[in-house]
């Protein structure tokens, strides 16, 4: 099996290391000649896709460029009856993920988008409670992204709250710059979200109301204290792997479909 990845960067690199565990013949693509250098010449190194998805019979392929550039990429790929899974957010305009879905489906292949939380030992063994009332959460980053953290931050905590309660509403955003608001609702309960770039401190965690207290998701640590001040720590399970491993054994548009109910809420506001 022949995997590839397109942007060996930050988290392209993450990707790589991980193929190299799994044991994937890995194929690099990057217009930049200077990143596809720093790794080992074990790898096959394109600097143009074309030329990659021609000479190389690849099954899988993995997108980590600036989010522009994702649904083209993805669809030279489709086109050829390529599985494809694009980093978030997959788009900026919701028409264009939709038509891709679209695409893909007709040429026999899936397109997926990464939601690497939901392989978190906090995703994977929470145990809620029947009645679940509202969710505090937050998202305050140290370092910056390449996007404002409300497209970038916030996308990781609205597809676990569509994954955990379905489909939501964003009923308004506040920017202050780098600290964006984010107030909804699902269809059981309202949310609050703060996500925030280059803050005084990191804090990655939901605070949600049980008819039992608190249960707190630590997602900083990725451990769960239920209400009871019971702890499920850390189980080791490393999530990029597991999300990776998953979708090459498996590939389904489940990611595409609550990224598209994503990109129609932001889509809502001007930020």
Known sequence: MKVGIVGTGNMGSKYINKFDILGYDTVLIDIDENRLSKFPEKFKKYTDLDEALKREDIDYLFVATAPQSHIPIAKKALERGINVMVEKPPSIDPSLLEEAIEFAQKKGAVLSVSEIELRSNTVRNLKLPEKVGDV?????????????????????????????????????????????????????????????????????????????????????EDKIIYEDGSIREKDGTDKLELMIRQFVEKPDFESSYRALNILKEFNKFSV
């Open 136 to 220: 505090e959460a937050y998202r305050l980053n140290l370092g910056r992204g390449y996007i404002n953290p409300f497209y970038d931050l916030a996308w990781h905590d609205l597809y676990i709250m569509n994954y955990l309660f379905g489909d939501f509403k964003i009923k308004k955003v506040v920017d202050r710059g780098d600290i964006f608001d984010v107030i909804g609702e699902t269809e059981s309960n309202e949310f609050f979200l703060q996500v925030a770039w280059s803050h005084d401190f990191l804090r990655r965690e939901w605070v949600i109301d049980t008819d039992r207290g608190k249960l707190t998701l630590n997602f900083a």
